[in-house]
């Protein structure tokens, strides 16, 4: 009887071990699918749907090629949309805290995309369904694949620049009429002033500059300049996941808030390092149509490769 009795308790108590063990393993296995399901999800796109590396073969192809510890440089491909969804400015941003390097270009419109024999301007693309489109185009033209994109409607933009208390920044001259799609009215003075969301987003979509395209391609850099000086602060990492939530709703983007963590201090070093911030090199032909040179651009971008 005794015997019986001990053989059973030594059973009972072998077989909770392993039960236990067996459920460690399961809560573990568990604890990591979810945390890849969270690590996929992305922001909603503008228009609604979700973004995810998930869902691109692309995305997931890179990521499998380049894991965190082997890639230390960051490139992001920013673009503010109007309501339509076509391109009012686009900036390619590089990182690079081993070098300490940094560098950003502003993308004219007027930039010209050949496809199947047809050229047509930059800013005509659908960026906020079809960033992909715009992101390939760029890693073709500068020889360096963006890490991201990141497609903000103005709308979203606007909310962007109101959430941060506005930027400071010189409008260089008076501006008044109504927006390039005539659905706004602008009315902005020229001269040093902290511009609102809506204010910014009216200057972005200025474009009666007569025949000096030289002219708004300025503004467009020194506000984005400004505007990457006043978000890519220290103090600005803190508020980075408000922010992200915050214009959600008007982005489409590749970057998620687990790859934003990531990559977050990275980016916030941007005026650390002194950046070269200019105008893409390139000419504009007789038709109107802006051609990068690749042969003067990829050397820029060369480290963040």
């Not at 072998?14 to 399961?26: G, R, T, Y």
């Not at 199947?116 to 760029?138: E, N």
């Not at 803190?238 to 709703?249: E, F, G």
């Amino acid at each position: 009887m005794k015997q019986s009795l001990k053989d059973f308790l030594i059973t009972f108590i072998v077989s909770v071990v392993i039960f236990a063990i067996v459920a460690l393993f399961l809560i573990r296995a568990a604890e990591s699918l979810m945390g890849d399901v969270v690590g996929g999800i992305r922001a909603p796109g503008a228009n609604g749907q979700s973004v995810s590396a998930v869902d691109d073969p692309a995305s997931a192809s890179n990521k499998e090629e380049e894991s965190s510890e082997n890639k230390k440089s960051v490139t992001l491909l920013f673009v503010v949309t109007d309501d339509k969804g076509r391109a009012d400015a686009a900036y390619l941003l590089g990182v690079d805290p081993e070098s300490k390097s940094a560098a950003m270009v502003h993308i004219p419109g007027n930039t010209g995309m050949t496809e199947a024999g047809v050229t047509y301007p930059l800013s005509s693309v659908d960026a906020a369904k079809q960033p992909g489109i715009l992101a390939d185009f760029i890693a073709s033209e500068v020889g360096a694949a963006p890490d991201y994109y990141m497609v903000v409607t103005r709308t979203g933009f606007s909310n962007w620049v109101d959430f941060i208390g506005g930027v400071r920044y010189s409008v260089p001259r008076d501006m008044a009429g109504f927006d390039k799609d005539g659905s706004r009215a602008i009315d902005l003075h020229a001269g040093d002033q902290v511009l609102s969301g809506s204010q910014a987003a009216q200057m972005l979509a200025f474009s009666d500059y007569g025949d000096s395209r030289t002219a708004r391609d300025e503004m467009l850099l020194g506000f984005g300049r400004t505007f990457a000086s006043a978000v890519l602060t220290p103090s600005g990492f803190t508020t980075a996941k408000s922010i992200y939530y915050n214009v959600s709703r008007h982005m489409n983007t590749n970057l998620s808030e687990s790859e934003l963590a990531r990559v977050g201090p990275a980016l916030f070093r941007f005026n650390e390092f002194g950046p070269n911030v200019v105008r893409i090199p390139g000419s504009t032909d007789a038709k109107g149509y802006y051609s990068i040179s690749r042969s003067r651009v990829e050397p820029m971008f060369e480290i963040f490769k």
